[in-house]
């Protein structure tokens, strides 16, 4: 069957020579896109091997972007994974694959907070899309509720109950413009006198937007516990904005004394404290995570997204807001841009409603946890003891510390020649010249073979062009 | 066929009694949903009568929202539009109609810049969706360019050529959502260190932008030229706002000679001016208008929407923005929501690209100069000379002053009390007290009946609640 033969006394492991010997037949045309791979049981029966072996072959190829799998159907050959021109061996196949990829420069896309696209559910998606948008009434047409769409509001309180154990009063839920817009009209909404105090590092989409507004702020260090609330100071700031759930950028879980610390000083000082769970849904070990805003849902603004679970060019996100600043939020988003337009929502509605979400989030947490699994792997194969990866097992990035590292502008333009799209964290620095020695690397939108060229390249890199 | 008698020597006109009996079978279900009229041919000979009385006939029910016409094919029932419950005759078919209609406690809709959603062509967007979104690549689906999908800024660029006659640089293209989100990017990016001048009156989603972003603003009258550019001092302004295809909320066009001024104005102090042509696809008379943006691209700021040619919850706007602005702009956008969804900008430009754009601004001008005539005609008959319409033939809206008239908030309270949305100019005036004797009439979202009785009922409650 497909001409494979196993070499038992290789050092290379059965599924492995499987997965390549397949992604040979797909490059090569002579698997067709859309044409089906056997069943596992098929395949194992026909090379006399554990059905498992087949099964963790076709995931290596399923994780690398050759095959699909549709909820539960057989696993089918990719469109435009084939090569094209002369010679089909050599360093080709992330090439191959690369070209179908956005970024049309970049063939290595380390970048953060970018998720997989291929592995999204199109299928089923597209079903859904012909079904729902037949059921909008004309009325849903016209301006809307500047608080959202009323049933993807209240699919969104019934998800995170769900989802994060969250008992959330629909009236609080606001749909926004992704996570930016949400932390955007969080901060002009409940800010109060003092500066704003911001975890160091930080996104720089949120200290952007600080300056672009010209609001006040301030940089406090995090450490492996989360926000040094000590480091506060005895000036009530105007907020504090945390990513408890997933420092970013380092990838630490804020511990539950920290989280106190800050809940306390917040009632006492009398702030709020945005929380920002950009992709939490994405945790891959230790307790589910409680949110900070079920410490005190009065003073917290909880903020979330579906940029990273389904796509970002949907641009749904939300925040819950309490009651007291339900007038500001509504007041500055109607007169900002009004509304999200009304497709999106209603296709989001419908995912959270008909649980697809919940399986797509399981699916997809299984597969960001092999990429990051290959990713700490490839790390510690290319720099061996120098390198330290750092923060917990969540979302779509981690930080890895490299010992006497140094990665600033030139690093990432030097990267870039080499069509890699990488972030060091000194980028993210409030104090410059922190974090010098950490590289942030994205796992979404990379598959295996190029998770491990790329970090390949990037040591070499990072040994000064040597190795 | 369909039991219809005329009745010759009536006053009423022979296509309004057809059209009145055909009504009636549809409001009692005689005549259901979906059902095809007979062809204008087909009746114009049963009843011996000239085929254009049938046309007209046909048009009036269409005008009115009982039957839909899908470009070319026959008119058939629309769904919804039928009597339930006990009793068909009386003053039912207004209400049975606006039972459809988005908002619930109000059956008089004349709320301003509201388009026709009945009459949006279903049909072919649907096909069109279809389609056209299977044709994303996954790369379309993640974070794409802040300025907006790119064919869909040129398919606007060749929209603007053949809609306006503007030649537009697509680098100078930014999708945005929305015009609100576009004059609030503009006023944010473009403006000097003096107030800001707006027209008084002037919508009020601008005002307030400006009061929320506490941008000093000063408001200058308007007269049946358009703003008074000697008004508006001898301090250099931040940046001026106007509204010269259709003033709004008065409806005038502004003077070429008023333009002239203007622009020379700005050319002297050096400031900006933000041009917002939100409705002027729609022109019901006149030569066409060239923008004020043709006088100096380098200077102007065109503001766009698709909201009113489409529909409002697409959220799909633009601006022209000269090249000196676009970075700033950029940075402003990119930290405050990213970018539009890609759907909508998806299908907008499949719909421009495919000129059903044209086709349908053709269909939806013509429906609303006859919707327009009808409130004229109803103003008329209820008001008579006590009633003068203001501005020119064009947009979704006119104002119109009646002698003596006095509308506050308590007018339009006492108009909500009755279901009708009516908006008094007073609302948008700077000055207070000024244009209190103005009511401003959309008639985007109101039928033929609704115009009618709702006139009707304004002229009992402007009158003290007598007549």
Chains 1, 2 share one sequence.
């Not at 399986?359 to 990713?375: Q, S």
Request: net charge positive; with cysteine; hydrophobic share 40%.
């Amino acid at each position: 069957m497909f001409g494979i033969t196993l070499d038992r006394k290789s050092p290379v492991a059965l599924s492995r020579q499987i997965c390549n010997r397949i992604r040979e037949l797909i490059l090569t045309s002579a698997l067709p896109a859309g044409d089906a791979l056997p069943s596992t049981r098929e395949l194992a029966g026909h090379l006399a091997i554990a059905r498992s072996t087949v099964t963790e072959a076709y995931e290596m190829l399923w994780a690398e972007g050759y095959v699909s799998s549709r909820q539960g159907a057989r696993y089918r050959v990719q469109d435009g994974v084939e090569l094209h021109g002369v010679g089909t061996t050599g360093g080709a196949p992330a090439d191959a694959k690369t070209h179908s990829v956005p970024q049309k420069r970049i063939r290595y896309d380390f970048r953060t907070g970018i998720p997989d696209v291929e592995h999204f559910p199109y299928g089923a998606w597209e079903r859904m899309r012909r079904n729902v948008l037949d059921t909008l009434k004309p009325g849903d047409l016209l301006y809307g509720d500047v608080k959202g769409y009323e049933p993807l509001r209240r699919a969104v309180a019934r998800w995170l109950l769900r989802s994060r154990g969250m008992h959330v009063d629909v009236d609080n839920v606001f749909v926004t413009s992704g996570a930016t817009q949400a932390v955007g009209l969080a901060v002009e909404t409940v800010r109060g006198s003092g500066d704003f105090v911001v975890e160091d590092p930080c996104h720089i989409g949120v200290t952007q937007f600080l300056r672009l507004r010209k609001i006040g702020f301030r940089g406090v260090p995090v450490d492996e516990h989360g926000i040094r609330v000590d480091r506060i100071g005895k000036r009530s700031p105007g907020g504090v904005y945390v990513t408890p759930s997933h420092q970013f950028p380092l990838g630490h879980v804020m511990s539950a004394s920290r989280r106190a610390q800050l809940v306390t000083l917040a009632r006492t000082m009398d702030f709020c404290i945005i929380e920002d769970d950009y992709d939490s849904e994405f945790r891959y070990g230790g307790p589910p995570l409680s949110p900070l805003y079920a410490l005190d849902p009065e003073r917290v603004v909880y903020v979330g997204t579906f940029s990273k679970t389904l796509l970002p060019a949907l641009r749904v996100g939300f925040a819950v807001v309490p009651g007291r600043w339900h007038a500001a939020w509504t007041d500055l988003r109607r007169y900002t841009d009004v509304q999200n337009p009304v497709l999106e929502q209603v296709l989001v509605q419908e995912f959270l409603d008909q649980r697809k979400m919940d399986r797509h989030v399981k699916t997809m947490t299984r597969l960001y946890k092999r990429k990051r699994e290959m990713v700490i792997d490839a790390v510690e194969t290319a720099f061996g003891g120098a390198a330290e990866v750092l923060g917990d097992g969540a979302g779509l990035h981690l930080a890895v510390r490299i010992e006497n590292g140094k990665f600033g502008k030139e690093f990432r333009r030097l990267c870039l020649e080499k069509s890699i799209s990488v972030m060091p964290c000194g980028r993210y620095a409030l104090e410059p010249g922190r974090h010098d020695d950490i590289l942030l690397l994205g796992y979404g939108n990379v598959d295996a073979e190029a998770i491990h060229k790329g970090i390949r390249e990037l040591h070499r890199l990072a040994s000064g062009g040597k190795g």
